[in-house]
């Protein structure tokens, strides 16, 4: 079993869209956990750190259910521009990645 | 922000080469050090872990004495393909975290062509 599990999707939406990505880890030591967004042949780039109270950025916010395992990515309002690989990491001495959601936004 | 140089960007060499990736933190000291390795369309795969002044801490199936990794001090480590063959060819990336638990500082990677 992999550490980190996504949907690998692929989810197509269009502009304007809310769309919803989970992410489950399987280490109940991991201690922080981030989104990160990759382009295709670049460096990840991180979108945002998850917080156990819940966390908002704009229309994006991520949530994290310890009891479960589990963290999840709402985009809300998608942009053409969010099209992208949304990559769920979680800590626990080294950092771990999801194999990564792909999110195509259309016009 | 925080900004990892990495080096070269690309590079293409033959069968049976070595190849040394450099990976700098540049306004900061990085306690760990990550090496990623990604095949086109699938996800990032954790190489090794690189903590400065100790030896790295390989994932399984990961070859040590293949990918040779440095971690001099607190701002360079480097990994070194040895021995480069062509199913070696992948983007390596590697990424500098300042202190544990905290965000990556990802290097803009390495995309390695093995003829």
């Known amino acids: 079993r992999k550490e980190v599990e996504q949907d690998p999707g692929p989810f197509n939406v269009p502009e304007g869209a809310t769309v919803a990505f989970n992410c489950t880890y399987s280490n109940s030591a991991s201690q922080s956990f981030f989104w990160y967004r990759q382009d295709c042949r670049k460096e990840p780039k991180l979108l945002m750190s998850?917080?156990?109270s819940g966390n908002e950025d704009g229309r994006f916010t991520a949530q994290l259910n310890r009891a479960s395992q589990y963290i999840s990515l709402l985009i809300r309002d998608s942009k053409l521009s969010d099209s992208a690989t949304y990559l769920c990491?979680?800590?626990?001495?080294?950092?771990?990645f999801g194999a990564g959601t792909r999110l195509t936004v259309k016009p | 922000g925080a900004v990892v140089s990495q080096h070269p960007s690309w590079v293409i060499c033959k069968s049976g080469t070595s190849v040394k990736i450099e990976c700098r933190s540049l306004?900061?000291?990085?306690?760990?050090m990550f090496w990623y390795r990604q095949f086109p369309k699938q996800s990032l795969m954790l190489m090794a872990t690189?903590?400065?002044?100790?030896?790295?801490?390989?994932e399984q199936g990961v070859e040590k004495d293949k990918f040779l990794i440095n971690h001099a001090s607190l701002t360079l480590s480097t990994l070194t393909v040895t021995s480069a063959h062509p199913e070696d060819s992948s983007f390596y990336i590697c990424?500098?975290?300042?202190?544990?638990?905290?965000?990556?500082?990802f290097g803009s990677g390495t995309q390695l062509s093995v003829l």
């Open positions: 690189s903590n400065e002044g100790s030896k790295a801490t390989y």
């Open positions: 990491v979680a800590y626990n001495n080294d950092m771990r």
């Open positions: 990424s500098a975290m300042r202190e544990p638990g905290e965000k990556l500082f």
């Open positions: 306004d900061f000291q990085a306690t760990t």
């Open positions: 998850v917080y156990s």
